[in-house]
């Protein structure tokens, strides 16, 4: 088990997949980072061809943190921002090997 | 075990059933859509013949998203928005066969 | 296991008792319910002769929904609601039968 | 198990021992208690001898409930609040006969 | 298990290991310390030489608590604040020597 967290940058998305490890990834924070832009930052997620899922959404001054419950495993899948400001991901990754159970 | 996500759009229900597979769909999230309406937009579901029960109301500009947790297994729900905004649902599906226990 | 809910009306104090079914109920979600009053609603639970407890205060057009984790097992509550607006419970039961663990 | 709830007063420090059962208290809500201040009220929890920690902060009008996800087990804590107004606690105790797990 | 918390003060990273017993921590919340500052508080987690990740943001008299749901365990990682004011960590610690699972 370990901490698990990155930085969703606009215009950048972030694919995640657990590639050497098997194992399972919580999600369970995002906040906004710094900026000037004041308007909202939404952060989304595409697996496959489907349409992109908002996750959240954060209102710089008024809602900059939000707890997420995700879990993903075996998937290829991709975070991205809409918006100006980045999204700060956190949560941790817990392999199979254990028997540990969350 | 895998990401699920739908948006809901006003004015047109959305049935969910695990027709081919055994397991349980865990819903975690939800976020307001894109849109002009300043009004709230309230996530609704209803379950066979009884009236429908709020689950979330979010906020243009104050509340944009909140965190859920519920579970559905082996039964025929219906999720609708009253409002004008769609709103995304998030969370992730486990399927009976494993040994996964959340 | 299947989706709970109930809609909490002013002046009506919901009694909540698994009669049938031995099992949990998992009550994760409270939202406030439509109106026009402005003033706060507070869902309280009582059980036998204690004060009542407040579980949670919607305040409309701030915060009209709110996450619980609240497990009710063999026992009598009464769920009610101070303020003029209902607030609608969500949740889930999980009969006692299976070896599910949350 | 069974459904657990206090209101912690201003001035008035709320000690917690499960004294006669064994098992596990799980603190899941806070919620602001009537009144006329406009200030915030903080609930802070003190183990021994160390400086109290802040646990959540409740704002008049703005932010009156909180979720907490806090488990003590033969622990003596006490709970108090800074701040004019009282702080009501939710959650269950869980005790440890059963094989019951979180 | 017992309960944890500290106060991370601006300009002052704490560290945190689990250095004599075996088990994991769970951090499930944060709340802004008292202060005159208007300004967010940021709070960040650094492992070893990567970027520090954003945790929470913290808007005095807006957002002043946040639920938090990380783990950590055989990790050497460091809070830090970004802002003046400081912020309040709380959760709990389970050994590993007994069988429980959260």
Known sequence: MGFWGIEVKPGKPQPY??????????VTQATLGLGKSTDRSILQCSV???????????????????????????????FSVVGKRSIHL???????EGDYRL
């Open 17 to 26: 997949h657990s590639d050497n490890v098997e194992g399972t990834l919580f």
């Open 48 to 78: 496959g061809h489907k349409s992109p899922i908002f996750l959240c959404s954060l209102l710089p001054e008024k809602t900059e943190s939000c707890p997420l419950k995700l879990e993903f495993k075996d998937e290829l899948v991709a």
């Open 90 to 96: 956190a949560g941790y990754f817990v392999a199979d």
